[in-house]
């Protein structure tokens, strides 16, 4: 056995305990008890106002509460659909094909946007016919006053009174 | 003087106006029964909280989170058999969660801190045998244990903790406890001796 050993390793625990004695008596600095009373105190009334804001809003005691503000929400709801329909049905304007009707501005345009002239409604061009007699019996006759292009045969009126 | 005993018997009280009768006699009990548990534990707790953080602000603020965690559970307090042993237990596991989360950061021994918290008629003994210096040099040696080592001998530097208690905090027997500190100690003696700390 080696004698110096035991004087260093004896010397060695003394520090060990030393060193631990020192940790293990630290004492708080003075008020830690209010500190940590305050502490629970708003953490509690933090938890309580979480409460009340986050679960009253829904908590209804009764069902027929709960049935007639559903009823209320669901009504509103479709109150709400039918006006967004009915508004919408009504900013649609009617489409006629051939006809471009004008396109009202609200006078907020800018300078270099597009204006398109309204289209002028041509005149059917002369010298056509503008009417198709019909016979009783559902035969189409052209009046004998239509200018026909030479050379295209044309089927004889038959006269009224046949 | 302190407010505290004032301000804290009825932190609880304006929760129970609307509640019923025996509910809010339960919540006075658990409020009673916390007022008393932060009067008496509350420099126990720090201390064990002290001997893993090593920083005075941080170890009061675990102290308070173990007590939040009391809050929590208030409705468990009359099931606990041994209530100081709970809450060194919630603390010790509160200081291990912190500590974890603090790994990445570098270690913040305040030293200042340290020689401001600790009681004047101990330091001047201490400090005739062990400067501040080679304290915090045998502290980050204790750092350098394996974990179970380091952990019942940490618990064994907090004096009002005996060995049965210490076994009950790790979850563990009474002869673990003896055998992790004693291997502690001797692998701590062969590091100061490695490290070349004599007197």
Known sequence: MNPRLEPT???YDQRIDQA????????PAAGIEDRISARLAQEHSKARS?????????????????????????????????AGSVNHSRRIQPT??????????????????????????????????????????????????????????????????? | MSTFPGQLTGWMAPALISEKAQTSA??????????????????????VAYSVMRNAAEAEDAVQEA????????????????????????????????????????????????VRVLPSADRAVDHSLISSQEH?????????????????????AVQELSTVQIATVLGTTESSVRSRIFRARRELSALLEKEGISR
């Not at chain 1, 631990?20 to 004492?27: A, C, D, I, Q």
């Open chain 1, 96 to 162: 006629v094909p051939g006809i471009s009707l004008h396109q009202t501005s609200s006078g907020m345009g800018t300078a270099g946007a597009a204006h398109p002239a309204n289209q002028p409604v041509t005149p059917p061009p002369s010298g056509r016919p503008r009417s198709v007699r019909q016979l009783p019996e559902g035969r189409a006759v052209i009046s004998p006053e239509t200018q026909k292009a030479n050379g295209v045969a044309v089927p004889k009126t038959p006269s009224r009174a046949q």
């Open chain 2, 136 to 156: 915090q040099r045998i502290l980050m040696l204790i750092d350098r244990l394996p974990h179970k080592e380091r952990e019942a001998l940490l618990l064994s």
């Open chain 1, 20 to 27: 631990l004695r020192r940790l293990g008596s630290v004492e």
């Open chain 1, 50 to 82: 979480g409460k009340a804001t986050g679960t009253r809003f829904f908590a209804v005691p009764h069902y027929p509460a709960r049935f007639a503000l559903t009823a209320i929400a669901a009504g509103l709801a479709c109150f709400a659909i039918v």
């Open chain 1, 9 to 11: 390793n004896q010397n």
């Open chain 2, 67 to 114: 007590f939040l965690r009391v809050l929590k559970h208030r409705e468990k307090l009359d099931e606990i058999h041994d209530l100081r042993v709970w809450l060194i237990r919630i603390t010790w596991n509160v200081v291990l969660d912190k500590k974890r989360r603090e790994k990445t950061r570098p270690e913040n021994d305040d030293i200042a801190d340290y």
């Open chain 2, 26 to 47: 339960n919540t006075l009990d658990s409020s009673e029964t916390i007022t008393a548990l932060v009067a008496q534990y509350s420099a126990t707790l720090y201390r």
